[in-house]
């Protein structure tokens, strides 16, 4: 009884750092790795969603944007994270440095362009450079 006790108490902590590693928010892993956080997230998130970014038609995508989607830009909120916070927050730069020594040359020269370009703030004009820098990069 007590080894069987002992088995699965074992069992049971390594299930839970098995999942706390691979959590969605990549947090823990960032953490073990000694990645540098931005907002929260390590660099780990924040390349997942440079390449989810990298991989959107964005000529298409533009010409789908609604009413409702420029108002709720133009008042700051955004319903996921984007690649677009790490363009506008100097913050972001650790994260971006990181990026820009990436093995895969799209991830890695989107954040040189954007740390070596204008940076401006969270208003409608940012988004055009954003934009032109993810079809430069594009990975379709």
Known sequence: ????????????????????????????????H???????????????????????NWDDFASNITWRDRLEARLGHEPYYTSYRLVSDVNANPVLEELAADPDERVAGFARDVLHGPRGAQDQGAYRPWIELLKKHNMR
């Open 34 to 56: 000694g990645e540098a956080f931005y907002d929260g997230r390590p660099t780990s998130f924040w390349r997942k969603v440079v390449v989810y970014s990298l991989r959107i």
């Open 1 to 32: 009884m007590f080894t069987r006790r002992r088995c699965l108490s074992f069992v049971l902590v390594v299930g839970l750092l098995v999942l706390a590693y691979f959590e969605p928010t990549h947090c823990v892993r960032g953490w073990l």
